[in-house]
């Protein structure tokens, strides 16, 4: 019989296994301070909900900026949240995932990484079609009506191709387009191109929040923090209001394979795994799930991640 191992700072869930499968929910729970934090410290807790990190709201009023894991974002009005997640290119550590929400008396900061180890092998790193893992923020997103800004891409990176690979995610979302033969258009997901703008995603240090929270959904090029190739900055109450996606202007990309290939990545693929989190859907582990679309890390030189695996297909057809 496998075991199923846990580890690092996940919200407590709903954990279902079937067959070769782990599915988690992570609910953002916002329990109250029990005490008073000083303005200068930050407390870490270990709850009935998992482990978090506690900032006093009074000392980081919305609207004020605070760094987390090397990121800046902006507190979030209250009742409301930022989330923040990045795909890191091969090899590379897991990168940034978190959500941060302002219940009015703490800044609620949570981890959404999830380490899932699904036993010894022959278990792990299952096939793309054989892997049906997958975990979920809590969070639907109604609609994304996204804006497409050319602006700041790269001199080798052609503005038809960027809104090509756009499209090809698109439908990728739009009709459930998989890897593993399953029925494709039987979601109900909500995705529009609503054309060209020049608002950018995020700012041009790549944090979120701020004048970039306004109402709009954008793609784009631009700065990204560390070593991410992709982020998504979504912004939620009890559902995902606005959602911007942001490929790194300095990594290398390509839309038709080159041969030969070194470092460089298909924006399709990572294009397709930030319009998940747009959707709700969290990371999967790499070491563990690395064939899936939404594990922590890109394939280099690879069109493997322009489709969705067995968890990721089950994953926007359970919530859609």
Same mark, same amino acid.
């Given at each position: 019989?496998?075991?199923?191992?846990?580890?690092?700072?996940?919200?407590?869930?709903?954990?279902?296994?079937?067959?070769?499968?782990?599915?988690?929910?992570?609910?953002?729970?916002?329990?109250?301070?029990?005490?008073?934090?000083?303005?200068?410290?930050?407390?870490?807790?270990?709850?009935?909900?998992?482990?978090?990190?506690?900032?006093?709201?009074?000392?980081?009023?919305?609207?004020?900026?605070?760094?987390?894991?090397?990121?800046?974002?902006?507190?979030?009005?209250?009742?409301?949240?930022?989330?923040?997640?990045?795909?890191?290119?091969?090899?590379?550590?897991?990168?940034?995932?978190?959500?941060?929400?302002?219940?009015?008396?703490?800044?609620?900061?949570?981890?959404?990484?999830?380490?899932?180890?699904?036993?010894?092998?022959?278990?792990?790193?299952?096939?793309?079609?054989?892997?049906?893992?997958?975990?979920?923020?809590?969070?639907?997103?109604?609609?994304?009506?996204?804006?497409?800004?050319?602006?700041?891409?790269?001199?080798?990176?052609?503005?038809?191709?960027?809104?090509?690979?756009? &499209?090809?995610?698109?439908?990728?979302?739009?009709?459930?387009?998989?890897?593993?033969?399953?029925?494709?258009?039987?979601?109900?997901?909500?995705?529009?191109?609503?054309?060209?703008?020049?608002?950018?995603?995020?700012?041009?240090?790549?944090?979120?929040?701020?004048?970039?929270?306004?109402?709009?959904?954008?793609?784009?090029?631009?700065?990204?923090?560390?070593?991410?190739?992709?982020?998504?900055?979504?912004?939620?109450?009890?559902?995902?209001?606005?959602?911007?996606?942001?490929?790194?202007?300095?990594?290398?990309?390509?839309?038709?394979?080159?041969?030969?290939? &070194? &470092?460089?990545?298909?924006?399709?693929?990572?294009?397709?795994?930030?319009?998940?989190?747009?959707?709700?859907?969290?990371?999967?582990?790499?070491?563990?799930?690395?064939?899936?679309?939404? &594990?922590?890390?890109?394939?280099?030189?690879?069109?493997?991640?322009?489709?969705?695996?067995?968890?990721?297909?089950?994953?926007?057809?359970?919530?859609?």
């Amino acid at each position: 019989m496998r075991q199923v191992r846990l580890t690092g700072l996940i919200m407590a869930g709903t954990i279902a296994l079937v067959a070769s499968s782990m599915h988690l929910v992570i609910p953002q729970a916002t329990p109250a301070i029990a005490e008073v934090i000083p303005c200068n410290q930050e407390v870490a807790r270990s709850t009935a909900n998992g482990s978090k990190t506690e900032l006093r709201a009074d000392c980081h009023p919305a609207g004020s900026r605070i760094n987390v894991k090397g990121v800046a974002l902006t507190v979030p009005d209250v009742g409301t949240g930022i989330g923040l997640a990045d795909v890191m290119p091969a090899g590379a550590g897991a990168g940034t995932a978190l959500t941060v929400f302002n219940d009015g008396q703490t800044i609620i900061i949570a981890d959404q990484n999830a380490t899932a180890t699904e036993g010894p092998a022959p278990y792990a790193s299952l096939p793309k079609c054989s892997d049906n893992s997958w975990i979920w923020t809590g969070y639907k997103n109604p609609s994304f009506n996204y804006y497409i800004s050319t602006a700041g891409r790269p001199g080798s990176v052609s503005a038809a191709d960027f809104s090509a690979e756009v &499209s090809f995610a698109h439908n990728v979302i739009d009709q459930d387009i998989n890897a593993c033969g399953l029925t494709t258009g039987t979601s109900s997901v909500s995705i529009t191109n609503k054309g060209t703008t020049t608002r950018r995603s995020m700012t041009t240090d790549g944090s979120c929040g701020g004048a970039q929270k306004d109402g709009y959904d954008n793609i784009d090029f631009g700065p990204l923090s560390g070593s991410a190739i992709g982020r998504t900055c979504w912004y939620y109450s009890t559902s995902i209001t606005e959602a911007d996606v942001r490929l790194n202007s300095a990594t290398g990309w390509f839309r038709t394979l080159p041969n030969p290939c &070194s &470092s460089k990545y298909e924006m399709a693929s990572v294009l397709l795994h930030e319009f998940g989190h747009v959707f709700g859907l969290a990371h999967v582990d790499e070491a563990t799930h690395p064939n899936l679309v939404m &594990s922590t890390n890109s394939t280099a030189c690879s069109y493997q991640d322009h489709h969705w695996g067995w968890g990721d297909y089950n994953n926007m057809t359970a919530h859609y």
